[in-house]
């Protein structure tokens, strides 16, 4: 008998990934919590009895211990990523600028900043004035009673 295939369906979501592939952003350990779990690993304890002692998955116990081991340190290492092209004294300055002078166009917005020595494009501007929650919106026209 012929083997008829079935397309598979992915359980996805409107952001596109499958619920077990969603990534959440959780609470940091606290120092003391992380200290505890180093100071229990190094007494002989099992990841396992750690974790129910403390009630943390043991994931999280294994991640602690393998990055005391790897870099000997317990705090929190620096995230990756590229570094903001706006600080936030020149992000303030933008929206100073903008709350002043609403008629600006993001143009000049740009020549503005390229004064002060922060040159950046102007889908940057707008995102970052979006983030502020300032729009480009045009009043509607009042009608004369």
């Known amino acids: 008998t012929p083997v008829l295939k079935v397309p598979r369906v992915c359980n996805t979501t409107k952001q596109g990934a499958p619920p077990s592939k969603r990534h959440y952003k959780t609470k940091e350990l606290s120092k003391q919590v992380r200290d505890k779990v180093v100071e229990k690993y190094s007494s002989g304890w099992g990841y396992k009895k750690i974790s129910e002692t403390l009630n943390i998955p043991w994931s999280t116990i294994k991640s602690i211990i393998k990055k005391m081991k790897e870099y000997g ?68 026209k009042k009608a004369i009673a």
């Open 73 to 140: 340190t317990k705090t929190n290492l620096p995230r990756e990523g590229r570094p903001p092209k706006l600080t936030d004294q020149a992000r303030r300055a933008l929206i100073r600028e903008t709350t002043k002078r609403p008629k600006l166009t993001l143009k000049e917005l740009q020549s503005s900043t390229a004064e002060i020595g922060v040159f950046v494009h102007r889908t940057t501007l707008s995102r970052t004035l979006h983030r502020a929650g300032l729009y480009g919106r045009v009043a509607r």
